[in-house]
C-alpha cells in the first residue's frame, strides 16, 4: 500500500476544504476503499474520513424518508421505517454482503464502491477502468460476472451495489454538496455506462460529498427484491431484481423493474415497465416483460447464462410483487 495523508473533519466546511487537497478521497467504512488501496488499484494520497460528519440520521422528508450518507448498512436495513415502507430496499440491504460488513459499511460508501471485476483488483492485467486506454482483459477473458446490458469496447464492468438498484425502482435521489454548493441528482443518472471512459463510475464531479439519499413517498403496491448469487451466505449478485407492482383487481395498474448485475449501472427496465402498465394480470404477462427487460442484451461467452437467468428472474419477481398486492 502505498503511504497517504488522513484526517477527520467534524463538520462539512472542514470536509469540503480537505477535499481540495492534492489527491484527496472520502473514506467511508473502508470496507471497499481500503481494498483497493492494498492492491494499488487506487492509490489516493489523503483521505478525508467522514464518520464523524453529522450524516448518520435517518428522518422523514416530505412523506418520504432523508437517509443520511454516514447512516450504516445495518441502520438502514433495520430501520422500522424503511423496513415498513420500502421493504425492497430494506430487503436489498440484507441481501448484499455480511453482517459485520453491513455494520461497518456506509450509505454513500455503498452507492460509489466500485466493480469486482477480477481484472480491475489486478495491477498486472490490462484494465480501462483501472488505467485508462490499457484496454480491457475481460472481453476477452474470463467474463462470467460481467455485463449483458450497456457495456461497450472498452469495458463491460458491471456495478456491485444491491442498495443503488431498490433505489432505482423508488426513483430516490442523491445529494450531493461541495465547494460549489449543493445539488440533487436522480439516482438513475448518479451511475454512467462505461462508454469510452469506463474510469469514471459515476456522474459526479471531483470532491463532491454525497450528503443524503432521498427516499419520495412510497409507491403504491407489491415491492420485491430478488438476488440470484453463486452462494447464498454472501455473494454479489449474478442477477438481481426489483420489482414494484401495483394492481387493480386483475389489472397492472403500474410497474417499475430495475436489474442489478447486468449493466454499468442499474437498469432500469422502461420497455417491460411501458408493456404491462395496464395490461391484464397474468404469468404470460409477466414472462414477456423479463424477455423485454433482456432485449438488445449481448452475451460475451461466459456471461452467456445472464441473459435466460435476467428474464426469468424479472417475471418471478413480478409474479411476487403482484400476489403482494391483492387489491
Ligand atoms: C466480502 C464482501 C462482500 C460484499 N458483498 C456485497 C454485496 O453482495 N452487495 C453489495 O451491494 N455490496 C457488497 N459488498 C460491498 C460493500 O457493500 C461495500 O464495500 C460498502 O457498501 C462500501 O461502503 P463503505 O462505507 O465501506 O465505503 P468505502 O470503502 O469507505 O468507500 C467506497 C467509495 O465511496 C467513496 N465515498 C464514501 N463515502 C462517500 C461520501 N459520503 N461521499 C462521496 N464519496 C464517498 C469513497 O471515496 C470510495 O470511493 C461486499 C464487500 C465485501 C468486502
Ligand atoms: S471489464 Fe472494465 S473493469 Fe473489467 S477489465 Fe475490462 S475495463 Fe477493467
Not at 444491491?162 to 448518479?190: H, N, P, W, Y
Not at 422502461?270 to 391484464?280: C, K, N, W
Not at 404477462?285 to 426469468?312: M, P, S, T, Y
Amino acid at each position: 500500500m502505498r503511504a497517504f495523508t488522513y484526517e477527520r473533519p467534524v463538520d462539512m466546511a472542514a470536509a469540503v476544504v480537505a477535499i481540495g487537497k492534492p489527491g484527496a478521497k472520502f473514506l467511508g467504512g473502508g470496507t471497499n476503499l481500503l481494498d483497493l488501496m492494498k492492491v494499488e488499484a487506487e492509490t489516493p494520497q489523503h483521505l478525508v474520513d467522514v464518520s464523524r460528519l453529522p450524516l448518520a440520521r435517518i428522518s422523514e422528508e416530505d412523506g418520504g424518508l432523508r437517509i443520511g450518507a454516514t447512516a450504516t448498512n445495518s441502520d438502514l436495513a433495520a430501520d422500522s421505517r424503511v423496513r415498513e415502507r420500502y421493504p425492497v430496499l430494506s430487503r436489498a440491504v440484507l441481501n448484499g454482503a455480511s453482517g459485520q460488513l453491513r455494520n461497518q459499511a456506509t450509505t454513500g460508501g455503498n452507492l460509489l464502491q466500485r466493480t469486482r471485476c477480477y481484472y480491475f483488483y489486478d495491477p498486472s492485467m490490462p484494465c480501462n477502468k483501472r488505467v485508462p486506454g490499457s484496454g480491457c482483459s475481460a472481453l476477452k477473458g474470463f467474463n462470467r460476472i460481467h455485463a449483458v446490458l450497456g457495456g461497450s469496447d472498452a469495458c463491460i464492468a458491471v456495478h456491485p451495489s444491491d442498495m443503488a438498484v431498490a433505489l432505482s425502482v423508488l426513483d430516490a435521489e442523491v445529494e450531493v454538496q461541495s465547494a460549489s454548493g449543493r445539488r440533487r441528482i436522480k439516482i438513475t443518472d448518479l451511475h454512467r455506462l462505461p462508454e469510452a471512459t469506463p474510469h469514471k463510475d459515476t456522474t459526479l464531479a471531483n470532491g463532491e460529498l454525497i450528503t443524503a439519499v432521498i427516499l419520495p413517498a412510497p409507491p403504491a403496491g407489491g415491492q420485491v427484491y430478488r438476488k440470484v448469487r453463486d452462494r447464498a451466505s454472501y455473494d454479489f449478485a449474478l442477477v438481481s431484481v426489483a420489482a414494484v407492482v401495483e394492481r387493480e383487481g386483475n389489472r397492472i395498474r403500474s410497474a417499475r423493474i430495475a436489474m442489478g448485475g447486468v449493466a454499468h449501472k442499474p437498469w432500469r427496465a422502461l420497455e417491460a415497465e411501458r408493456q404491462l402498465a395496464g395490461a391484464d394480470l397474468s404469468d404470460d404477462a409477466f414472462a414477456a416483460a423479463g424477455e423485454a427487460a433482456v432485449k438488445g442484451a449481448q452475451g460475451r461467452g461466459h456471461n452467456d447464462f445472464k441473459i435466460a437467468l435476467a428474464a426469468r428472474t424479472v417475471a418471478r419477481a413480478l409474479i411476487e410483487a403482484a400476489a403482494q398486492n391483492k387489491a
